[in-house]
Structure formats: C-alpha cells, structure tokens
C-alpha cells in the first residue's frame, strides 16, 4: 500500500489558480508576513438539504496582535461564499439544525465565556440561546431539532457569584469592584496539570439536554468522571458518550469506553448502559442510522499505550459482543461515521505520508478510499445520498473547502487563492530511503527556489512533534519559507510515527533518541548522497518532540552548525509531577525512582557536555504540556560550559504560540539563527530588535 509520488508544486498552482500572463506579477518567494496572510479555513459542515456547507475561517490579524475567526457558507453548487457572522468577534463549531432552519454556534462576546447563538436562516440577526456561568464546552443536534445536549464543566464557585452579581447589579456608575486574590489550588488527583487549563481540581465535564424551547436544562450525568463526545441516537431517545467510569481512578489509567444514558434521564446518569468493555480507550462513538450498532475507535494494544494504534469498531448499542473491523489495515483511525444507508463506515486514516478518507463495509471487509492521494483530510461532514463535504489541504495549499459527490471531488473555496497567485513554491517531493538498520522510512524533501541539479545547498532537517504523528501531504508554511531562503528542508517520518503501522510505531518505546535520531540521519545522509544538502552547511531543529529529537541529535552529532530546540525537555525527571505526562511516564518508563537508568537514557542533559551546536532554546512561559523548564536547564547547562546559546521565554503562552507577534518573533528568529550559523552570514543570530514607540506628549499631541 506505498503511496510514491513527486509533486511540482509550481505547475499546480498554476492550474488552480490561472492568470493571463499579462495579468500575473512575476512570482516571488513565501515570506514571514504571508504567514499572516494565509486565512485557516476548518470545521465544514454540511446542511440537511445538502445545499450549503457551513465552515470557519480564522485571520491572525498582528497589528491587533491577535486571531480572529468567522463564519461562512458556501452553496455546493459553487458560488462567492457568504459571511454568516460579523468582524470583531470569534465564533467556532457551526452546526446545522436537522431540520434545516437553524445554525448554531459557539462565541464568547463582550468578555463572556463560550455560549450558543443561533442564527435563522430566513434571516436576522443571530441570537444568544444559552448564558451557562461556566461557559460551553461544546454542543450537539437532537434529530427532532427541539433540544442540544451540551458539555458543561462543574462551575466554580466565583462563576456563579459573577452570575449572581451580573443580574443584580444594574447600577453603570457604580466603581468596578477590586478583583479578589485567587483562592489557593488544593491538589489531590493523581492527573494534576493539564496545559492550557493549567491546575485541575475535582470540577468533571458533563452531559445536559437543553429544550431550546423553554432553554431549560437537565444535567443527565454527574460524578468524578469527565463525560465527553456524546451522539444521539436516530430516534433521540439515549445519548451514547465516553467516560472512564469502570476503574478505580480514571487518572492512573488510559481506559474510556463507551456508555448510553436516556436524554430524558433525571437522575444525573444513576441508570447507564455500558456499550464496551475493553481495558484500553474506547472513544468517538457514532450510531448507524437504525439505532442498533455504534461505531467506535479502539485500541487493542494496552501496553504500547500512544503508539497503539486506533482501530475502527462496530458493537450493539444495548451492549454485547463487539467486533474490530481494521485489524488487517494496521492504521490509525479517527471520526467514523455510517454511511447514510448504514452499510459502510467513514473514517479518517494515516497512511503512509497522506491523510485519506476511507470507507469499509459496516460488516468488515475491504478498505477504500473515496478521497485519496497525496493530500490531506482533516475533517469531513457526510449528508445523505453519499454526499461529503471535507476540509482538505495539499502541498501546495492550505485547507480548503471541497464537496465529494457521484464520485467527484470539487473545490468550493478558493479563500487564499488570490495570495497564492502571487508565491513561487518549492518543489516537494516525497522520498523513500534506508536507515542504519536496513528500515525504510520516508519523508519530504524540499528543495530551494531556483535550484540547479546537482548543486549543494544548505539544508536544514525538521524533526516532527508527537513523537506519534506524521508529515502529512499538507501544506506547510514553514518548510517553504526556509526554501524560499536557499535551503533545502527535510522533513522525515522517522520510527515513532504513525502512517506505517503499529510495529514501526512502537519501535522507540522507552527508546527515545535512538532509532528514530537513525532515521533523521538517513535522511540527511539520503539528501547528501543526491548531491543536494552541503554536509557543511547542516542545520536542525523542531518544536514539542521536535526540540527534543533535536537535543537527541546535538547530544549525539556535531554536523550540524546550528539547532533550534522549542518546547523540548532533555531531564526527563524534571517533566515528572511538573507537566501533563504523568501516565506516559509510568507506562513507559517505570517510576524514576525504581528504573533510573532507564530516565537517564532518554535523557539528553546527562550527555550536555557533548553538545558544541550553537543552539536557541525556546518556550512559552505557561505551557504545562512540555514546560519550558526542559529549554532553560539546557540553556544554563550550555551557558554554564562557555558554549554559544540562546533562550527565548514567550510570555503569557502555552505548548502552541498564538499571539501573532510572537508567531512572527519566531520566525523572524528562527531565520537569523540559521543564515548566522548555517550559512555564514555576517548579520547578526538575532532579529534587529522593533524601534521604540514614541512617547506622546501631555495632552494626547
């Protein structure tokens, strides 16, 4: 099932995008500021009547430093898109009433948390449905239209009295009263941080069914359990929705599976159904359009915990037997769901340097693939007679809207083609070669602007994050930046991603460091070997996994003149009781206390003293996911040694940067360090810093 293809990204801009010749600027290079350009278009979905798609589209604006996200609609049958919501504030998870009259959303307006609006679509403006003190975590259909279920957090005690204080206040002249000093974090779980909501406490998200009529609520689950993903079933009497309700302590452990309440239950959940029992997790339930089966991902791996990988399942929806419909595909699975006719399932599958679309008989059987090829689906809505809308991204384009039907896929959105008639893009082809051990890996290669065969160039090897996870066929701004700046980029799949099946997964667990820094070298050595990278012109560098193989490979190797490590960690005993990972790390590794060698191992720092790579460390100062305690204990190590380093600290960030002038300061970074070291060039390892804002005068001149 290998998938070998070379793309010219040039010539297929030119047929997505045609200009008459006298029309066309000459095309020029990606740039930092293009970043800024590109619009995130995502979350498609696809009305009842199958006239329309619904869909998001985020603009990272940097003068307000700050993104913003829209939605529109677009009529399947092509057609100027129609803004459904206006600039100025964010809205997210549209969602067409079954019926077809009504779209629902979520934004937080006016310095409020998440609540659902609805829009009609006859007209008029849209109209707030919910003010829920904590906010809305997200929200789904009932088939009749009449109700939502929706996931709420337990509310803290102050979202309550701020709700109480909202209603009853009415004076506008009355001074803003002193915020109150925060109440300390009492800690008793074992799972204790979580990045991006930082410290957590006993408050567990839940499932309540909302009347949109009366917009009254009925909690129908409750207890020390976090209830998340619910689906209705086609008739709209039971929610199925995953839990980790059937051991001990949901936090020392990876099971969830799959339960079913009664959406008309009053009992906060007392009464459930457990649809599955296996000890791993169970997850992302759907129902096939009888009510009587419930599709599922699984993993049957408990032991190779993240590198398992996710199958597809099928079981009863009263519970009983349940059968694994992928065990042969070997694949990663995610989002399935029945075909209208209920005789075959949709899902979501790695492969191999793609992200395809599959479908397989709800029997088992073999696997297809309605939407193939070197591209990459994020995200699709199927509606009825085989109908599919898809957020899809390539090489040479972002996400974009497309409708698969009568076996046809067609380009609704064309939301970035106006910014990408202007850009020249690298070539990119995908590469197959061998590793030390004799395994082939694969990856992509770009390869500079203007190149000439045969030419060395500096070349620059991006170690992905994960480490499960894989460079798909999608565009990335990233690599074709570096391109358009001389270098060749080698981005590799090396073990430890997913695409390639279980095996070459879990082929680094509790090895770290190790066979997959042999596949990043082959790949440098590949691009060698072709007479493309200079092996005196060698840069590398990642974020997240990525920074840490890229202290792997310092610690290891001095070919590289410089190396960029973001959100990595080298002491992996510091990450222990400090981030997210507390069950990875037991699984994985053991108690540091009872397998020391084995932390010291997959622990970098132990070996800082081999490190001579001038190397920039960066972080965000409130990631919680990977802390940037691993960046700065590599960076005062270094420093320590008289070695040449550098530690950026993002403030008011977590593991993903968002604030768009920190995502241009990286970039702008990342570019200096590597024409400094990499190749030579005299300006300075830094971006010049901004010129000062002028002081005004008194008086506001």
């Not at 001990?248 to 008309?264: E, G, L, Q």
Request: proline fraction near 8%; hydrophobic fraction near 35%; charged fraction near 25%.
């Amino acid at each position: 099932m290998k998938l070998s293809f070379r793309l010219s990204v040039f010539s297929t801009v030119l047929v997505l995008a045609p200009l008459s010749l006298a029309q066309q600027p000459a095309p020029r290079g990606i740039t930092v500021d293009d970043f800024f350009q590109i619009r995130d278009v995502a979350q498609p979905e696809l009305s009842p009547d199958v006239q329309w798609v619904a869909y998001s589209v985020r603009t990272r604006m940097l003068k307000e430093d700050k993104s913003e996200q829209r939605l529109w609609m677009v009529s399947t049958h092509g057609g100027d898109p129609i803004p459904m919501t206006a600039e100025g504030v964010s809205s997210s998870h549209p969602r067409w009433s079954p019926d077809g009259r009504y779209l629902a959303f979520l934004s937080a307006r006016n310095g409020g948390k998440n609540q659902i609006w609805l829009l009609d679509r006859r007209g008029g403006e849209a109209e707030r449905l919910t003010e829920v003190a904590q906010g809305v975590n997200d929200f789904e259909w009932s088939p009749d239209s009449a109700r939502l279920v929706l996931i709420l957090q337990d509310p803290k005690p102050e979202d309550l009295e701020a709700a109480k204080d909202k209603d009853k206040d009415k004076d506008k002249d009355k001074p803003p009263a002193k915020p109150k000093t925060p109440p300390p974090f009492v800690i008793d779980r074992l799972q204790f941080k979580e990045d991006n909501a930082g410290y957590l406490d006993r408050r567990r998200d839940h499932l309540y069914v909302f009347d949109v009529g009366s917009k009254k609520s009925t909690q129908v689950t409750s207890g020390d359990f976090d209830d998340t993903e619910p689906a209705w079933s086609p008739d709209g009497k039971s929610l199925a929705f995953t839990s980790n309700r059937s051991t001990p302590d949901p936090d020392r452990n990876y099971n969830s599976d799959i339960w079913v309440v009664a959406a008309d239950n009053t009992d906060k959940g007392a009464r459930l159904t457990q649809v599955t029992t296996n000890p791993g997790p169970d997850r992302q339930p759907a129902w096939s359009p009888d009510g009587k089966w419930i599709t599922y991902i699984t993993e049957t791996d408990v032991k190779a915990m993240i590198y398992a990988t996710h199958h597809l399942a099928i079981a009863p929806s009263t519970g009983g037997e349940a059968k694994v419909l992928t065990l042969a595909f070997d694949r990663s699975v995610r989002r399935p769901r029945f075909s209208p006719d209920g005789r075959s399932i949709y899902f979501i599958a790695d492969d191999d340097g793609t992200q395809n679309l599959f479908r397989i008989p709800a029997t088992g059987g073999e696997v297809s693939r309605p939407i193939g090829g070197p591209l990459s689906v994020a995200y699709y809505s199927p509606g009825k007679d085989g109908a599919i809308a898809a957020q899809i991204s390539s090489l040479d384009r972002p996400d974009e809207i497309f409708l698969f039907s009568d076996n046809k896929l067609t380009r609704l959105t064309k939301t970035n083609d106006a910014l990408f008639a202007q850009l020249r893009l690298a070539q990119v082809d995908y590469v197959h070669f061998k590793s030390k051990d004799g395994t082939s890996v694969a990856g992509y290669l770009y390869k500079p602007l203007d190149y000439t065969p045969g030419k060395k160039v500096p070349t620059l090897l991006n170690p992905h994050g994960g480490p499960v996870g894989q460079y798909s066929a999608s565009f990335y701004h990233l690599a074709q930046l570096y391109a358009a700046n001389g270098y060749a980029v080698l981005l590799p799949n090396p073990r430890g991603s997913s695409g390639y099946g279980q095996k070459f997964c879990q082929a680094i667990f509790a090895d770290w460091g190790n066979k997959d820094y042999q596949d990043d070298m082959a790949m440098v050595d590949y691009a060698i070997v072709q007479g493309i990278a200079d092996p005196d012109k060698l840069g590398v560098g990642g974020w997240s996994y990525g920074g840490m193989s890229t202290d792997f490979i310092i610690e290891q190797t001095t070919r590289f003149k410089a190396a960029i490590s973001g959100a990595g960690i080298a002491l992996m005993t510091s990450g222990f009781g400090h981030d997210q990972y507390q069950k990875d790390y037991f699984y994985e590794l053991g108690y540091p206390w009872e397998n020391k060698a084995v932390w010291e191992k997959v622990s970098p720092f132990y070996r800082v003293n081999n490190i001579t790579t001038p190397t920039l460390f960066m972080g965000g100062d409130i990631d919680w996911n990977v802390p940037v305690i691993g960046g700065e204990q590599m960076y005062e190590a270094l420093k320590s040694l008289g070695r040449t380093t550098e530690l950026v600290v993002y403030p008011g960030e977590h593991h993903g940067l968002t604030m768009p002038s920190h995502l241009k300061d990286r970039l702008e970074r990342n570019l200096a360090w590597y024409a400094h070291y990499v190749k030579g060039d005299p300006a300075p390892a830094r971006p010049p810093e901004p010129p000062p804002v002028p002081a005004t005068k008194a008086g506001g001149e």
